[in-house]
């Protein structure tokens, strides 16, 4: 397949609510969709990263940059969506931008041929079970409202971002308020220290299905020792950028969930792999989020479809974030969403829509030889 065009837009969507985690607040969606042309059609990816870097090290200006000086001009002559890692592999980090353009290329391998993502990758289910994640609020009941409406619109699992002075309280009036059943986890996006360890134990008391990142993406120390301390699963996020680091931190006994986002890995063939040493260890995963549009969540259902992914994903309906998609809209049906089955991502660009969220664009013409990184 040749490239004839690289078109990268800086989205800004409005969110329906302001997200606050214990590291940033959004309350527009601002990122990058990708679209390349090929001789073959064209093929779309969402490319997550943010104003600043602050959740990893790409930013939407470092990215634009990126892109235009090392990424694209390594995508001259014939590629494919599978050699996509293998062009950019000289490039040092830039894992969002990485997979955004192997997705983007993918999705038009497969939009050519017929195939769906979820068929490529090897999905084994039609549906994916999904949560909501829920930002950090002003007040308790400010947050046990929203976990009350979010269980009205049928999520059967509940995520609560924490940080250091707002945990163990609302933690233990959340499941007080929506009783034992209800599964529910906690992510610290990294906010806590190795002081923190016998508090965050004491959090099993809660019945929590898992303790998500509690400690910074570098210290898996702290993750080893609240592991060792506690019987709530420790899962890592942020920690994990491949599959090897995946392996180290399993075999550490850092963690017994992994959540798995493509744009912090590398891409969906990245991701697949992580998948699949996760499940030769029996260690399950599932799909984080990054307040993709449609076409990021459709291609997360697809990766979500996977025999591994057995915990409920961040993946949620269209109604939980934008008041207006880029896609169709996603609604959820008994606690999942359907896993897109037409060729490619399966959903369909609204060009309107896209047009009307851009604050910035830029255009790229891959050159006819390949650059040497
Ligand atoms: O539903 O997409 C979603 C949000 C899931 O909590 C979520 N994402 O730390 O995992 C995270 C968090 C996040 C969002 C991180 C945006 C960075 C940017």
Redo the contacts with the bound molecule.
């Keep these: 397949m040749l490239i004839h065009h690289v078109e990268a837009r800086v989205l800004d969507m409005p969110l329906r609510l302001p ?1 606050r ?1 214990s ?2 607040l ?1 309350v527009s969606r601002r990122a990058i969709l990708i679209r390349v042309d090929t001789d073959r059609g064209p093929g779309w990816a969402d490319l ?1 990263v ?1 104003d600043h870097p ?2 990893g090290h790409e930013f939407i200006e470092s990215t634009r940059l990126a892109l235009r000086t090392v990424l694209v001009p390594a995508l001259a002559g014939e590629v494919s969506g599978a050699r996509v890692a293998a062009a950019l592999g000289r490039v040092a980090g830039h894992r969002a931008a990485k997979s955004a353009l192997e997705m983007a290329i993918l999705d038009a391998q497969l939009r050519a041929s017929g195939l769906s993502l979820s068929e490529y990758l090897g999905g084994t289910r039609d549906r994916v079970r999904v949560g ?2 829920i ?1 950090i609020t002003e007040t308790v009941d400010e947050l046990i409202g929203l976990v009350e409406g979010y269980l009205a619109d049928g999520y059967s699992r509940i ?1 609560l ?1 924490v940080q250091p002075g707002w945990d163990e309280i609302l933690i233990g009036r959340v499941r007080a308020a929506i009783g034992d059943d209800v599964e529910l986890q906690v ?1 610290g ?1 990294g906010a806590y220290t190795s002081a923190d360890v016998a508090h965050l134990a004491r959090f099993e008391r809660y019945g929590l299905t898992m303790l ?2 509690p400690f910074p993406t570098a210290d898996l120390r702290s993750h080893i020792r609240l592991a060792a301390a506690t019987s709530v699963p420790v899962c890592l ?2 920690s994990i950028g491949s599959a090897a680091e995946a392996l180290a931190a399993i075999e550490s006994g850092a963690c017994s969930v992994v ?1 798995i ?1 493509p744009a912090r890995v590398g891409g969906y063939l990245e991701a697949r792999r992580i998948h699949d040493v996760c499940a030769a260890a029996s260690i399950p995963v599932w799909c ?5 549009s449609g076409v990021g ?1 459709a291609q997360n259902l697809a990766l979500a479809s996977l025999p591994n992914f057995l915990l409920a994903s ?3 309906a269209t109604d ?2 934008f008041a207006r998609d880029i896609t169709e809209r996603f609604d959820l049906v008994d606690g999942a969403l359907p896993v897109p089955t037409g060729p490619g991502s399966g959903v369909t660009v609204d060009l309107e829509a896209v047009e009307d969220f851009t604050v910035a664009r830029d255009d790229y013409e891959p050159a006819k030889e390949p650059s040497h990184v």
Excluded: H, P
Aim: net charge negative; hydrophobic share 25%.
């Design positions: 997200f985690t590291q940033s959004e997550a943010e602050i959740f909501v994640s930002g995520k971002k992510d996006n998500e990142q996020d942020e959540n986002k984080g989020g990054m307040l993709e969540r961040d993946i949620s939980r974030y």
